[in-house]
């Protein structure tokens, strides 16, 4: 049974940075790709951002510029660097892995860490 495991996420005023990682039970060289996604109260899931195993990285549009995945394989951990925070970034941040690039969905999912950026 894969597990990812968030952390990294907090309280943090606008402008500022937070950190997040996401620690996988088993190798990240088995994933064909991993990713963010958040959801704020009352929305829907969104993607954040996604990288493949050939490295190609996609990223919001909302976020592009200000936020950074990286992946560190011999850690089996996947990064979500976040600069530039807004109000609007505010959610519960979930990794997702293992993707259909077909339908865009994940087979794996953590449990959630909470951002929240006071303005």
């Known amino acids: 049974q894969v597990q990812l495991v968030e952390s990294g996420g907090g309280s943090v005023q606008a402008g500022g940075s937070l950190r997040l990682s996401c620690a996988a039970s088993?190798?990240?060289?088995?994933?064909?790709?991993m990713g963010w996604f958040r959801q704020a109260p009352g929305k829907e899931r969104e993607e954040v951002a996604h990288?493949?195993?050939?490295?190609?990285?996609t990223y919001a549009d909302s976020v592009k510029g200000r936020f950074t995945v990286s992946q560190d394989n011999a850690k089996n951990t996947l990064y979500l660097q976040m600069n530039s925070l807004k109000s609007e970034d505010t959610a519960m941040y979930y990794c997702?892995?293992?993707?259909?690039?077909?339908?865009?969905?994940?087979?794996?999912w953590g449990q959630g860490t909470q951002v929240t950026v006071s303005s």
């Open positions: 997702a892995a293992a993707c259909n690039y077909v339908t865009g969905s994940f087979n794996y």
């Open positions: 088993t190798s990240t060289y088995s994933f064909n790709c």
């Open positions: 990288v493949r195993s050939d490295g190609v990285i």
